[in-house]
């Protein structure tokens, strides 16, 4: 019986070569009606399929890759930036820098450790009683060009 799906899975492997590039395991193993244990069981057996399976995914990991890399040398920020996260370890942070130095004795605050709701609840609190809050400001999309 399992000699039996695994001619079935290796004259599938050929069929859908290109179906099989871009789905892992799992994926394949649900195609089959298998559990995923059971195809990663028939990648043991069988190196043909192991070979076949890994071959696969690194063309189309390698097929993407290539896509991006492409776009990004052309000059598409989304891609540029995708890449240096994912290669090139950037990471977007903000930095806020205090001016003034604390005096000996006082504590300090790390405004950017602090969430949103934290920052207007201190901006609330430092208010003095005099002044008035500050409106509400509404969001308003702003056009963009026609034509």
Do not use: C
């Amino acid at each position: 019986m399992h000699k039996a799906r695994l001619e079935d899975i290796n004259k599938l492997f050929m069929e859908y070569r290109r179906l099989f590039e871009a789905r892992d395991a799992e994926q394949i193993a649900d195609f089959f009606g298998i559990h995923r244990n059971t195809f990663t069981a028939i990648m043991r057996r069988d190196p043909d399929v192991a070979v076949r399976y890994k071959k696969g995914r690194a063309r189309a990991i390698g097929a993407v890759a290539q896509g991006l890399i492409t776009k990004a040398r052309a000059g598409d920020t989304t891609s540029m930036i995708f890449f240096l996260k994912t290669q090139a370890g950037w990471r977007e942070t903000t930095r806020i820098e205090a001016a003034a130095v604390p005096e000996e004795g006082t504590r300090t605050i790390d405004y950017a450790k602090l969430s949103t709701g934290a920052l207007l609840e201190l901006r609330a609190a430092m208010r003095t009683e005099d002044e008035e809050p500050e409106p509400r400001q509404e969001l308003r999309a702003i056009p963009g060009p026609t034509g």
